[in-house]
């Protein structure tokens, strides 16, 4: 996997745990319905429950945001390992072809090495006359 990809999957992986930790803490803080509270603190502004609702909204897009992130960082690793795969099987095949080619050149050679060590007779001088 690629750096970058661990990355991106680490980042989505912490965006995603911090909206369930501010989600968890706005749920578990909050008993009137009118006021917003996280980890232990009034919210201001916040007078109204759809106030809360939209609180709520916020943290469940940042959430989905985050997931996103992990996912495609994720995908983008996947697809790294499958292209190295790919390369790496296509680097031993060529190297397969080559040792092929090799070993046709060598045969070649020796055939020709043979064919020059064959005894040779003289040319016959032919009188000119």
């Known amino acids: 996997m690629g750096e970058e990809s661990l990355h991106m999957i680490f980042l989505g992986l912490v965006i995603a745990l911090a909206a369930v930790v501010v989600g968890a803490a706005v749920v578990m803080d909050n008993t009137d319905g009118t006021q917003l509270a996280v980890f232990g603190d009034s919210v201001p502004g916040v007078t109204a429950q759809w106030h809360v609702f939209m609180a709520g909204a916020v943290v469940a897009i940042v959430f989905m945001a985050g997931t996103a992130v992990a996912a495609l960082g994720f995908k983008r690793a996947m697809g790294m390992r499958r292209e ?3 390369l790496r099987d296509e680097h031993e ?6 040792e092929l080619e090799r070993r046709k050149l060598q045969q070649a050679l020796a055939q020709a090495r043979r064919g020059l060590e064959e005894p040779t007779v003289p040319a016959q001088r032919v009188p000119q006359g």
């Open 84 to 86: 190295l795969r790919d």
């Open 93 to 98: 095949e060529s190297l397969q072809t080559l």
